[in-house]
C-alpha cells in the first residue's frame, strides 16, 4: 500500500509570498496517478493539480505542480486571500487500482 | 455545471444501519466511476470506495470492507453507499465524487457537499 506524506502539516505565510508544498511517496508512482486539491472550510475539495503537473480547467496560472518518482510539489507562486486552506494530494491510479490522500498541509495566513 | 448532492445522513447509534444516496445530474451519470470518500471531524480525506461506471467493478477502504456496499442505479443517476455494523469511527462527512472524465480515469474532478453521519449512543 502506497502512503503519501505531505509536509509541513501547517505552513505559515503572508498574502503575496510563495509557497510550497510537499507530497512524497512511499514507493515510486507514476506522476499520472498524482492530484492536488484544495479544501476551504465548510466546502467540499476542489481539483487543483492533475497529472502531477496539470492544471484543471479554471484553476489560476500563479498553482502549479511538480515532481516525479516518490517527490511532487505544489507551489503557489504568490498567495492570494483565497488560497489559505488545506491542500490534499492524492494517489489514484496503480494495478489494481488503489487510492490514497495524503495527511494535508494546512495554509495559514501568518 | 455538474452537480452531485448527497442526502441520507444522520444520527445513528452503533451497530445500526444508514444508506446514503447521491443524486447526480447535468452529465452522463452512466459513463462514469464514481467513489465515496469521508472526513471525520477536524481530520483529513479518507477513500472510502470505489464503483465502475457500469456497476461491476468494487472495491473497499479495508476500514470499511464487509460493512459497507457501493452500488448505483444509472437510471436514476444516483449512487448509494449501504452502511452496516456502524461504529463511532465512521462519523465523518461522506461525499460523492465522480471519476474518470477529461482528467483521466482515476481523477476525482467533482465532488458533492458532503453529509454528515455521526454514529453515538
Known amino acids: 500500500e502506497i502512503v503519501l506524506t505531505q509536509s509541513p502539516g501547517t505552513l505559515s505565510l503572508s498574502p503575496g509570498e510563495r509557497a510550497t508544498l510537499s507530497c512524497r511517496a512511499s514507493?515510486?508512482?507514476?506522476?499520472?496517478?498524482l492530484a492536488w486539491y484544495q479544501q476551504r472550510p465548510g466546502q467540499a475539495p476542489r481539483l487543483l493539480i492533475y497529472g502531477a503537473s496539470s492544471r484543471a480547467t479554471g484553476i489560476p496560472d500563479r498553482f502549479s505542480g511538480s515532481g516525479s518518482g516518490t517527490g511532487f510539489t505544489l507551489t503557489v507562486s504568490r498567495l492570494e486571500p483565497e488560497d489559505f486552506a488545506v491542500y490534499y494530494c492524492?494517489?489514484?491510479?496503480?494495478?489494481?487500482?488503489?487510492?490514497?490522500f495524503g495527511q494535508g498541509t494546512k495554509l495559514e495566513i501568518k | 455545471q455538474v452537480q452531485l448532492v448527497e442526502s441520507g445522513g444522520g444520527v445513528v447509534q452503533p451497530g445500526t444501519s444508514l444508506r446514503l444516496s447521491c443524486v447526480t445530474s447535468?452529465?452522463?451519470?452512466?459513463?462514469?466511476?464514481m467513489h465515496w470518500v469521508r472526513q471525520a471531524p477536524g481530520k483529513g480525506l479518507e477513500w472510502v470506495a470505489f464503483?465502475?461506471?457500469?456497476?461491476?467493478?468494487?472495491s473497499y477502504a479495508d476500514s470499511v470492507k464487509g460493512r459497507f456496499t457501493v452500488s448505483r442505479e444509472n437510471s436514476k443517476d444516483t449512487l448509494f453507499l449501504e452502511m452496516n455494523s456502524l461504529r463511532p469511527d465512521d462519523t465523518s462527512v461522506y461525499y460523492c465524487?465522480?471519476?474518470?472524465?477529461?482528467?483521466?480515469?482515476?481523477?476525482?474532478?467533482?465532488w458533492g457537499q458532503g453529509t454528515l453521519v455521526t454514529v453515538s449512543s
Open positions: 464503483i465502475s461506471f457500469d456497476g461491476t467493478r468494487k
Open positions: 492524492l494517489h489514484s491510479g496503480g494495478s489494481p487500482p488503489g487510492y490514497t
Open positions: 465524487a465522480r471519476a474518470g472524465g477529461d482528467y483521466g480515469d482515476y481523477v476525482f474532478d467533482s
Open positions: 514507493q515510486t508512482i507514476s506522476s499520472s496517478d
Open positions: 447535468k452529465f452522463t451519470f452512466s459513463a462514469y466511476a
